[in-house]
């Protein structure tokens, strides 16, 4: 009868173990200087070898040679345990058997000494299942057994295990299995079946395995009956569902065009070809995540369980992003995976969810948007917007610029050079316009109703209340700096000043301004918005 692949070579030895270092050097250690306990908590993620561990203990502990960390494997004891028949390694499956009754008679068992063997090992697979009502029946055996008694209890759920129980035994975590090793373990598994795969191919199984080397080993046995004994990596990723790189580099593409018409065009092939959106929405999450880890730790990375040929691909790839987009697109897709979970719409919820992507990649940190604002100056989109239409009445010349948005004006393109400092009089008109050059236009509206006097190397301004905010002594002092080339000390106090300040001459418009103040746009908002004040023009030809 057929034997599957996961059986046929499950590790008989310590020596055939792969990933567990860490389990094998201490029980090895513990054996060979007799500290053998009388209770074992092995927990792990599926696939990790916590039982096949197990049974090579209970063969180390009863083998004709033993307690020895090499078994022979020819004794009566060693071929029964490798069978599965042993007498004394009672193997208890807690799923089914998880009630007191059963702990109850597992304790009058174990009162008896073993039939053949050293020591009777009681192997509890899924140990997390068992009652709390039984493991209160079995916390008094466990913590002082007989001497010939040895617990083993199996678990994916270690938190599920009681504190009393665990505290009385010794804890092991099986860690996943690392991708490399899965992958050589496949291709000596490969070379003795006469099975002819690729490297990509047995990446593919290995990615499916997910650091599980029984579900990689089950994947590949599934692969060779689709197969035959030559593996191909396209026909492995249709076999399984998964996504080549190829496909879910549309994605990025798509982001990269800022094109959301293409997005659309992706989710209708995938319902078009009968593939799961809530798969294709866990494979892109773990495609941007290796994106962002190629990112940040370059190609040929243990970090990304893939080949090196799709490593260094993605690593092109991530070249076109930056870190932050990257992580932004992994948490947007995250939060879309959830919602595909208990989606009653998943079409319409994946099409919303690829669109923000494209939208995401438009947004401007909030650190620039701040300092934008605090600068006077609106924040740079990321991707350009089509241009407004021309006006449809003539210009008198080709050198007309239509007039800056309201909450940006520009800088002027030429700045007056800098008065003396000795002018004490003028101190308010020439910060007004060192702010205004340098795009700080709410400090400078504050200084313009303000009171400025120079008083012993110090500047004293006189605010109203409703500029407290809006006087930045650290854009003052870039101005005082600016215009007088020496550092002065500030000083502001709030209040009405004692005599309103008048206001400031506004410059004489030129030709330019007068075109562009003419353009009926820009009265059009000055109609909206009757109190707005177009400071300054700046034609963008020049």
Not at 100 to 126: C, G, H, S, T
Not at 245 to 267: I, N
Request: proline share 6%; with cysteine; net charge neutral.
């Amino acid at each position: 009868m057929y034997q599957v692949i996961a059986r046929k070579y499950r590790p008989q030895t310590f020596a055939e173990l792969i990933g567990q270092e860490h389990v094998r050097t201490t029980l090895e250690n513990a054996i060979a200087q007799n500290r053998i306990a009388h209770g074992y908590i092995f927990s792990g993620q599926r696939g990790t070898g916590k039982t096949t561990v197990a049974r090579i203990l209970a063969r180390c502990l009863n083998c004709i040679h033993g307690p020895t960390a090499t078994p022979c494997g020819i004794c009566a004891s060693c071929k029964e345990i490798t069978g599965g028949n042993a007498i004394d390694v009672i193997e208890i499956d807690a799923a089914s058997n998880r009630g007191i009754n059963e702990m109850r008679e597992l304790r009058e068992n174990i009162r008896y000494r073993p039939a053949r063997d050293r020591y009777k090992v009681f192997i509890v697979d899924e140990a997390h299942q068992i009652t709390s009502e039984a493991f209160n029946a079995l916390l008094k055996t466990l913590e002082e057994p007989p001497e010939w008694v040895v617990f083993i209890l199996c678990t994916t759920e270690a938190h599920k295990i009681p504190t009393t129980i665990a505290s009385r035994c010794q804890l092991f975590s099986f860690r996943s299995v690392d991708f490399e090793e899965v992958l050589k373990r496949m291709e000596e598994i490969c070379a003795k079946e006469g099975i002819e795969a690729d490297h990509e191919a047995l990446s593919v199984l290995a990615q499916a395995g997910e650091g599980s080397v029984r579900d990689s080993l089950s994947a590949l046995d599934q692969a060779i009956a689709c197969c035959g004994s030559k593996l191909d990596a396209v026909e492995v990723r249709n076999m399984l569902g998964m996504f080549s790189l190829e496909s879910l580099d549309q994605v990025t593409q798509a982001l990269a065009a800022q094109d959301s018409r293409r997005m659309l065009d992706l989710v209708q092939e995938l319902e078009r070809n009968g593939r799961n959106l809530q798969h294709f929405c866990r494979e892109l999450a773990r495609y941007f995540r290796n994106l962002l880890v190629a990112k940040v730790a370059g190609a040929n990375t243990r970090l990304i369980a893939a080949s090196p040929r799709e490593q260094e691909r993605l690593a092109e790839i991530a070249a076109g992003f930056s870190e932050d987009d990257l992580a932004r697109y992994l948490q947007l897709t995250l939060d879309l995976f959830k919602d595909l979970q208990s989606s009653l719409q998943p079409r319409l919820h994946l099409e919303i969810g690829l669109i923000r992507l494209i939208y995401a990649a438009r947004l401007v940190p909030i650190e620039e948007a701040l300092t934008s604002l605090q600068g006077g100056s609106a924040p740079a989109a990321k991707a350009p917007k089509p241009p407004l239409p021309a006006p449809k009445q003539p210009a008198p010349q080709r050198q007309t610029a239509p007039a800056p948005p309201l909450a940006a004006p520009a800088v002027a393109p030429a700045a007056p050079p800098p008065q003396p400092a000795s002018q004490p009089g003028d101190w308010r008109s020439r910060l007004y316009t060192a702010l205004t050059e340098m795009g700080m236009k709410f400090t400078a509206d504050a200084v313009e109703h303000s009171e400025v006097r120079e008083v012993n190397n110090e500047l004293h301004f006189t605010a109203p209340d409703e500029f407290a905010v809006s006087l930045n002594e650290k854009d003052i002092l870039k101005a005082v700096q600016k215009i007088g080339g020496r550092p002065m000390r500030v000083r502001i106090a709030l209040g009405d000043a004692p005599a309103k300040a008048a206001p400031l001459a506004k410059p004489a418009r030129d030709d330019v301004s007068e075109r562009a103040l003419g353009h009926p746009e820009v009265k059009r908002f000055q109609e909206m918005f009757p109190d707005a004040q177009v400071r300054v023009v700046r034609n963008l030809k020049e």
